[in-house]
């Protein structure tokens, strides 16, 4: 079993930038990804980004690329999720997630960070 804590998370105005992070303890594979996704309220939990656990590829979705980073350190178990020139319409419950299997489902979930970004 793997156990996800993210941190960082809190209130910042439009424009500024917040870098998220998540801890994973427990058993590690080398072929773990690890992504983000958020939700707002009343909305479908959305893919935000993702990263091979060994290996240096990432996908960014849409929304957020060319203003989000995800990346991570291995010998720290830890991804992060730097966001910088944030907007409104990112605020969101963001949760780090990890998968064995690529293509496979996410198996294991953190309890999510909220971001809030103010006008």
């Known amino acids: 079993q793997v156990q996800l804590v993210e941190s960082g998370g809190g209130l910042v105005q439009a424009g500024g930038s917040l870098r998220l992070s998540c801890a994973a303890s427990?058993?590690?594979?080398?072929?773990?990804?690890m992504g983000w996704f958020r939700q707002a309220p009343g909305k479908e939990r959305e893919f935000v980004a993702d990263i091979k656990w060994s290996g240096r590829s990432t996908y960014h979705a849409d929304p957020v690329k060319g203003r989000f980073t995800i990346s991570r350190d291995n010998a720290k178990n830890t991804v992060y999720l730097q966001m910088n020139r944030l907007k409104p319409e990112d605020t969101a419950v963001y949760y780090c997630?990890?998968?064995?299997?690529?293509?496979?489902?996410?198996?294991?979930w953190g309890q999510g960070t909220q971001v809030t970004v103010s006008s």
């Open positions: 997630a990890a998968k064995l299997v690529v293509g496979s489902a996410w198996d294991y």
């Open positions: 427990g058993r590690t594979f080398s072929s773990y990804a």
